[in-house]
Each structure stands twice: as structure tokens, then as C-alpha cells.
């Protein structure tokens, strides 16, 4: 079975430029998750999916960031304008059922900001 | 956002020599997951835990989920060159809420 597939691995962008990750679950699972995580420090929740339904996007900044789930499926974050503090590493994580059975990550995606 | 703590915060041990870590919450949980993070790579599932009291392995790795329900621990026995990474905790809270909150890590250096 296919695991959560995330891409790119790596960005490197310079500040104030778009930029957008995608990933694709675990097949089945109805949960999707996004995190942050920054250099050292564990990951950080910005916005879980039930199926196509974002409900809990309150760590998500709205300012910058946004996120799409279509059709319940692959989801996509997007940044703009990027920050220089943006610069970390974004993982998509999957879920089955309702609470949450056990999460399983992607391999990330690393942004770098200049 | 909230972490949780996680002790120690990092470690070196022989190889061959058992490991102890533990998670510690001030909010009661329904569900630890420990997690294993190799550098570049996303967190990998290691053991799951579901129940107060509950003590699970996955192979020379053992969990326990804490009988208060705030607490869980991990113990790796007899550890090899390939141990090495950063060990995650994560808890989701019984307040009603799906979300999981991770732990700070422990990294761990095994030397040979």
C-alpha cells in the first residue's frame, strides 16, 4: 500500500513569492492533516480535513495561507506572500475514521524563504 | 501552538544499552502515538497506544500508556547504530477534540 505522498521534497523560493505544496493520502483515508514543523521542535497542527470539510483550520494563518481539499482526496496549502519566517518544513498527514484512528505522515516538504 | 514535554530532550548511550523516554502532559489523553524521525524524512508510526495502563511492543521497542492518562513512556532495549533519530510523542486530548498535539522530541545518539 502506497503511503502519503507529498510534493516537491524541497523549495527554495525568495520572500513574498507564491508557493503551493501538494499531497496525496493514504487511499481510505477520510482524514487530512497539515503541519509545520520547524527546526527541532515537533510538528504543529495548521488544518485537518474530514473528507472535503476543513474543521479545524484555527492555526492556520488566514492572512497568507490557504488550503483546499477537492473532492475530499489530495489536498493542496498554498503560502503568499512567503516569509522569510515561513522557512520549515511542511508535512501532510492522513488519517481513517471518526475520532481519528492512527496519523501516517508524508516525507515533508522543505521550504526554504530568502 | 502547545507541545507537550518530553524528557530527556536528548541522549547519547552505548550501543547495546536500553533507552528510556517519557511524555508528559497536564490534560488527560485518550491516545498516545510515538513516532520515530529520521532527518529529511516525516515522522514514522512506531507504537499506538488506547487505553490507561495499556503497555504494547513493536519488537525491542515498548510503550505504555500512563495509568493517570497524562503520561506515556517509551523504553528501546539493547539499542543499535540505527536507533539514532529524534522520537516524537503525540497525544490526543479526551476534551473532545481530534487533533493530536506532539511532543518537544528526544533525540537520540547511539554510539557504537
Known amino acids: 500500500e502506497a503511503g502519503v505522498v507529498q510534493s516537491p521534497r524541497y523549495k527554495i523560493i525568495e520572500k513574498k513569492q507564491p508557493v503551493a505544496f501538494w499531497c496525496n493520502p493514504i487511499s481510505g483515508h477520510n482524514t487530512l492533516y497539515w503541519y509545520l514543523q520547524n527546526l527541532g521542535q515537533g510538528p504543529e497542527l495548521l488544518i485537518r480535513?474530514?473528507?472535503?470539510?476543513?474543521?479545524?483550520d484555527s492555526q492556520l494563518p488566514k492572512d497568507r495561507f490557504s488550503a483546499e481539499r477537492l473532492k475530499g482526496v489530495d489536498s493542496t496549502l498554498k503560502i503568499q506572500p512567503a516569509e522569510l519566517g515561513d522557512s520549515a518544513v511542511y508535512l501532510c498527514a492522513s488519517s481513517f475514521g471518526v475520532p481519528p484512528d492512527t496519523q501516517y505522515f508524508g516525507p515533508g516538504t522543505r521550504l526554504t524563504v530568502l | 501552538g502547545q507541545q507537550l514535554n518530553q524528557s530527556p530532550q536528548s541522549m547519547f548511550i552505548q550501543e547495546g544499552e536500553d533507552v528510556s523516554m517519557n511524555c508528559t502532559s497536564s490534560?488527560?489523553?485518550?491516545?498516545w502515538l510515538w513516532y520515530k524521525q529520521d532527518p529529511g524524512e516525516g515522522p514514522v508510526l512506531l507504537i499506538a497506544?488506547?487505553?490507561?495502563?495499556e503497555l504494547t511492543s513493536n519488537g525491542r521497542l515498548t510503550a505504555q500508556f500512563g495509568i493517570t492518562r497524562k503520561d506515556s513512556f517509551l523504553n528501546i532495549s539493547a539499542s543499535i547504530p540505527s536507533d539514532v533519530g529524534i522520537y516524537f510523542c503525540?497525544?490526543?486530548?479526551?476534551?473532545?477534540?481530534?487533533?493530536?498535539?506532539f511532543g518537544t522530541g528526544t533525540r537520540l545518539k547511539v554510539l557504537a
Open positions: 480535513y474530514e473528507n472535503e470539510e476543513a474543521v479545524d
Open positions: 497506544l488506547y487505553k490507561a495502563g
Open positions: 503525540a497525544g490526543r486530548p479526551s476534551s473532545g477534540t481530534y487533533k493530536y498535539i
Open positions: 490534560s488527560i489523553f485518550n491516545t
